[in-house]
């Protein structure tokens, strides 16, 4: 069974200041990763996938994730936030078969402060 | 393209009522995500399609809870009966053949009471 666990339901940052959404995966497979983020009052998209090509993969409006295989890691960074990147920030996992079930973690909500 | 459409975006009704959400998923996926997303339990697949045929189906609740997908174009949830505990965010997804990735609607809100 594969599961992700996301630390922390809340982070706040000053705008301007590093983002840093942590999460870490289980899985018996080589794993799919994956961030999604969710707007207020909207459905999830993707912010990038990680699919066992690089270990760091850059994604929209600035954010990457590193993969990390000794820590089971998957955490997503941006040097610098803006209030838009206020959101609720969802890490998933799927195995690498053609099943493709995806799990999602529990979900971070990210504050921006002025 | 359009996106996925769901319909409608809010749902209230009373205990008891039978409840259809709507979903078309983007032309030409191939497979079909619904979710349910609450406050206590965050983002729960309760079934997915694959070619119009359910491939899992575990996260269904219970009986009261069943999907359709008639053709590719389409697809149903209902609850029949309704109840309080219901009330969530239901997510439509679909996904093409050849991407892991799974393109959301946006959503629609059942209220219960």
């Known amino acids: 069974a594969q599961s992700v666990t996301q630390l922390g339901s809340h982070v706040s940052v000053s705008e301007g200041a590093l983002v840093l959404l942590r999460c870490n995966y289980s899985?018996?497979?080589?794993?799919?990763l994956f961030w999604y983020v969710q707007y207020p009052n909207q459905g999830l998209q993707l912010l990038l996938k990680?699919?066992?090509?690089?270990?760091l993969v850059k994604g929209i409006n600035g954010f990457e994730a590193e993969f990390k295989k000794s820590e089971t890691s998957f955490h997503l960074t941006k040097p610098s936030a803006h209030m838009s990147d206020a959101a609720e920030y969802f890490c998933?996992?799927?195995?690498?078969?053609?099943?493709?079930?995806?799990?999602f973690g529990t979900g971070t909500k990210l504050q921006v402060i002025p | 393209d359009a996106g996925v459409i769901q319909s409608p975006r809010h749902e209230v009704t009373e205990m008891g009522q039978e409840v259809t959400l709507r979903c078309k998923p983007i032309?030409?996926?191939?497979?079909l995500f619904w979710y349910r997303q609450t406050m206590m339990r965050g983002l729960e697949l309760l079934i997915y399609f694959n070619n119009n045929v359910p491939i899992d189906d575990s996260g269904m609740p219970e009986d009261r809870f069943s999907a359709k997908m008639p053709n590719a174009s389409f697809s149903t949830l209902k609850i029949q009966p309704s109840e309080p505990r219901d009330s969530a965010v239901y997510f439509c997804?679909?996904?093409?053949?050849?991407?892991?990735?799974?393109?959301f609607g946006p959503g629609t809100r059942l209220t219960v009471l």
């Open positions: 990680y699919t066992s090509a690089a270990t």
């Open positions: 998933a996992v799927s195995d690498s078969g053609g099943y493709q079930k995806v799990t």
């Open positions: 899985s018996s497979v080589p794993p799919y």
């Open positions: 032309s030409g996926h191939n497979s």
């Open positions: 997804a679909s996904r093409p053949l050849t991407s892991d990735e799974q393109f």
